[in-house]
């Protein structure tokens, strides 16, 4: 088990490369901060949060910056505009009773 210490120094060590992808000018900057900032996560057995999770692509590691939205079938379906990627995303039920579609 990974010492507390440690895990809170990943924790601020993904959110401050995360906030570099944000702002970075280039996009290969901002996909080189996103890949190191899985391999942080994985190297020291922390998830990443579900705002960060769901803010980029999983398959060219590109942050969505327009993408395309849809509901359809309690599924939130997200197409990446750079490398066309679909990624569905479950409406768990607590979502589903504070919207009332």
Same mark, same amino acid.
């Given at each position: 088990?990974? /010492?507390? #210490?440690?895990?809170?120094?990943?924790?601020? +060590?993904?959110? +401050?490369?995360?906030?570099?992808?944000?702002?970075?000018? @280039?996009?290969?900057?901002? !996909?080189?901060?996103?890949?190191?900032?899985? @391999?942080?996560?994985?190297?020291? #057995?922390?998830?990443?949060?579900? @705002?960060?999770?769901?803010?980029? &692509?999983?398959?060219?590691?590109?942050?969505?910056?327009?993408? /395309?939205? !849809?509901?359809?079938? +309690?599924? %939130?379906?997200?197409? &990446?505009?750079? &490398?066309? #990627?679909? +990624?569905?995303?479950? %409406?768990?039920?607590?979502?589903?009773?504070? @919207?009332?579609?």
């Amino acid at each position: 088990m990974k /010492d507390q #210490n440690l895990i809170n120094i990943a924790n601020e +060590r993904i959110t +401050r490369l995360f906030k570099e992808a944000q702002n970075a000018m @280039n996009e290969e900057f901002s !996909r080189r901060y996103i890949a190191v900032m899985e @391999n942080l996560s994985k190297r020291m #057995n922390v998830t990443l949060p579900q @705002n960060i999770k769901k803010s980029y &692509c999983k398959k060219c590691k590109n942050l969505y910056k327009r993408p /395309d939205f !849809r509901i359809k079938n +309690r599924l %939130i379906i997200i197409k &990446c505009e750079n &490398c066309g #990627n679909v +990624r569905r995303i479950p %409406i768990n039920q607590q979502f589903q009773a504070q @919207n009332k579609f």
